[in-house]
């Protein structure tokens, strides 16, 4: 199983970019999925998460910007970046906490899809 993540780019501030991120595979099941980031020279830090019953965390960075939704018949998660400022500036990672089949849950998490605020 893997997650495969796409939608970063360059934005102007106060644009608005939406990331996307599939689960692939032989998937028994999904709990939480997300996103984290990480800027240059900085922690990662917690972006949203949201669970299979729709249920939100966001980090205090993001709130009110920042919308996270995800389909669960289509195995995926999406994130709605709007208001965008440079300091939102990062390698923006999926991550999802599912089971193969046959195998316990685990965190798996996707390649990164970088975004760039700059004007």
């Known amino acids: 199983v893997q997650l495969q993540a796409s939608g970063g780019g360059t934005v102007q501030p106060g644009g608005s970019l939406r990331l996307s991120c599939t689960a692939l595979?032989?998937?028994?099941?999904?709990?939480?999925m997300g996103w984290y980031r990480q800027a240059a020279g900085k922690q990662q830090e917690l972006v949203a998460m949201?669970?299979?019953?729709?249920?939100?965390n966001y980090g205090e960075a993001v709130k009110g910007r920042f919308t996270i939704s995800r389909d669960n018949y289509a195995n995926a998660v999406y994130l709605q970046m709007n208001n965008l400022k440079p300091e939102d500036t990062a390698m923006y990672y999926c991550?999802?906490?599912?089971?193969?089949?046959?195998?316990?849950?685990?965190?798996?998490w996707g390649q990164g899809t970088q975004v760039t605020v700059s004007s």
């Open positions: 991550v999802a906490d599912m089971a193969a089949r046959g195998q316990v849950s685990a965190p798996y």
């Open positions: 595979g032989n998937i028994e099941s999904i709990n939480g």
């Open positions: 949201i669970t299979s019953y729709h249920i939100t």
